[in-house]
Nanobody, 125 residues
Framework: VQLQASGGGLVQAGGSLRLSCAASGSISSLNAVGWGWYRQAPGKQRDLVAA???????NYADSVKGRFTISRDNAKNTVYLQMNSLKPEDTAVYYC??????????????????WGKGTQVTVSS
């Protein structure tokens, strides 16, 4: 399984970007149960930005609530992160992750995680 992230770039504060994460490889028999976006700024740890599961749950970092939206297109095996009202503090390398496996009745996901290579997002003030 390979994940290809794209869509990053340079944008002014207040602007928008949409990140994409396309999955390829031997995925036809796999069940994607969770997907998420993380970011890592220079000198900082990698943090969760947004995540969702096939059970219908989604959660966002407080700093992006109301501005970012995570979604998935099953037919295209692609996960998106729509980012609006971008701020300079959103500048980071963004990584996508997809979990293939199972989800239990409580919405917990279990399986193998796959990560994409990062895409740089730079927001100028």
């Amino acid at each position: 399984v390979q994940l290809q992230a794209s869509g990053g770039g340079l944008v002014q504060a207040g602007g928008s970007l949409r990140l994409s994460c396309a999955a390829s490889g031997s995925i036809s028999s796999l069940n994607a149960v969770g997907w998420g976006w993380y970011r890592q700024a220079p000198g900082k740890q990698r943090d969760l930005v947004a995540a969702a599961t096939s059970g219908g749950t989604a959660n966002y970092a407080d700093s992006v609530k109301g501005r970012f939206t995570i979604s998935r297109d099953n037919a295209k095996n692609t996960v998106y992160l729509q980012m609006n009202s971008l701020k300079p503090e959103d500048t980071a390398v963004y990584y996508c992750k997809i979990t293939y496996g199972n989800i239990d009745y409580e919405g917990e996901t279990y399986g193998m995680d796959y990560w994409g290579k990062g895409t740089q997002v730079t927001v100028s003030s």
